[in-house]
Structure formats: C-alpha cells, structure tokens
C-alpha cells in the first residue's frame, strides 16, 4: 500500500500547489516536464525488465498474454468504462468543483499504469511503477487544480480505493512466490512500463491493456509447475 499511500499523497500535494497558482501553467513548460517524466517511465522499465533471468519466458509469456488480452479486448473495455463514467458523472459536474473531481479521477484512475502498479506493488513489493505514476499525478494534479479548483485535490480518494483494493487482492497471492517468479513477472511488467512511457510520447500507441495478462502468466506457470 506503500506506493497507492504516496500516489494519494503526491496528488493531494499537487492540488494545493495549483490552486496557488490559478494563472495557469505555459503549455510549452508542461510539454517538456511530460517528455522527461515520459523518459524516466521507460528507464524505470527497462531497468525492471532487466531483472528477468529467462528471456525466453519472458518473451512466451508476452505473446501468450497479448493474444489471450487481445481475445478478451482488454484495452476497449478499459476506454468503454472511461467513457461511460466521463459521460454520466459528467452530468452531475455543472461546477468546477466536480469537473475537476470527475476528470482528474478518470485520469488517474482509467490507465494501465495504475493496473501494472499496483499489482506490482501487491505481489511483488516492487513500489517503482507507482513512485513514478505519483511524480506523473502529482505534477499533472498541479495544472489540473489550477484551471478545475479544488475538486481535483479529492480525486485522492478514488485513486486511494481503486489501486489500494488491486493491490490488497494481488498481495493474496504472496504465498505462491519464489524469486524465479518475483523475477520473471518484474521483466514482463518492466517492458509493459516501458510501452506505457512510450505511449506518453505519443510515438505510437501500443496497447498496454491488452498485454496486462501476460504478468500474471510466470505465476501461474510456476504455480501448475508446482
């Protein structure tokens, strides 16, 4: 819960310093603050993935994750439910108040980065992904807070919940890992970091959602092994 406590934490902080500076910020400084936070994520990645001592299974269990996520369309479901919620909350959102609650929390909440954070930090104790998610929220809360107000700094909450509870029923799974395991699930989720700060450029688009099975497959693997 470490890394979800500090993501609530950094949001919360970034609020408060946008409400100071209700001006706003000039678009070329948050470009270039994206771009190098963008970078950090695919270093942050590639070092995790690094941590995988077979290749090859690393390698299996992407491919294998991406067609089962693909079959299962993961990725649609997750932008289905975004729409849904920015659709229907935003109903209720006639004040700034609850615009900025509504939109900061889709942000924050509807990614693949939460997902892959937190259950890295639920079954592998591995805060990284989330420690850089909350450099990412609590920087993204400050330009946010300055144009909504203060209903971006409660947004705190549902990120606190959602990624908390994912990473609550992951730690379940403690008992079934070994350092073999802890490795090879480190390296598949290092190289789905990765796609997601790729993604952050705006390079492409790759879609993380879909390949977010195959972090659970070295688990399993094992598990049946077993």
Same mark, same amino acid.
Request: proline share 2%.
């Given at each position: 819960m470490i890394g979800t406590l500090v993501?609530?934490?950094? &949001?919360? +902080?970034? $609020?408060?310093?946008g409400l100071l500076l209700k001006k706003g910020i000039k678009d070329n400084y948050k470009t270039t603050i994206m771009q190098a936070i963008s970078l950090s994520v695919i270093l942050i990645g590639v070092r995790a993935a690094l941590n995988a001592a077979d290749l090859l299974g690393v390698i299996v269990c992407m491919v294998v994750g991406s067609l089962l996520g693909e079959a299962?369309?993961?990725?649609?479901? &997750?932008? +289905?439910? $975004?729409?849904?919620?920015?659709?229907?909350l935003s109903r209720s959102a006639n004040g700034g108040f609850s615009k900025g609650l509504v939109t900061a929390s889709l942000v924050f909440c509807v990614g693949s980065m939460a997902i892959v954070g937190s259950l890295e930090s639920g079954l592998a104790g591995n805060h990284d992904t989330l420690f850089a998610k909350s450099l990412l929220d609590g920087i993204t809360s400050v330009i946010f807070a300055s144009t909504f107000g203060s209903g971006v700094i409660f947004s705190a909450a549902p990120v606190l919940f959602y990624q908390g509870a994912i990473t609550l029923g992951a730690s379940?799974?403690?008992?079934?890992?070994?350092?073999?395991?802890?490795?090879?699930?480190?390296?598949?989720?290092?190289?789905?970091?990765?796609?997601?700060?790729i993604n952050m450029l705006r390079l492409t688009h790759i879609k993380v959602g879909n390949m977010l099975p195959a972090i659970f497959l070295p688990l399993i693997y094992y598990m049946v092994m077993g």
């Open positions: 993501n609530a934490a950094a &949001i919360t +902080a970034g $609020g408060m310093v299962i369309k993961i990725e649609d479901h &997750i932008e +289905a439910l $975004g729409a849904y919620a920015e659709k229907h379940m799974l403690k008992p079934y890992l070994t350092a073999g395991v802890i490795a090879q699930m480190s390296g598949v989720g290092g190289l789905l970091i990765a796609a997601i700060g």
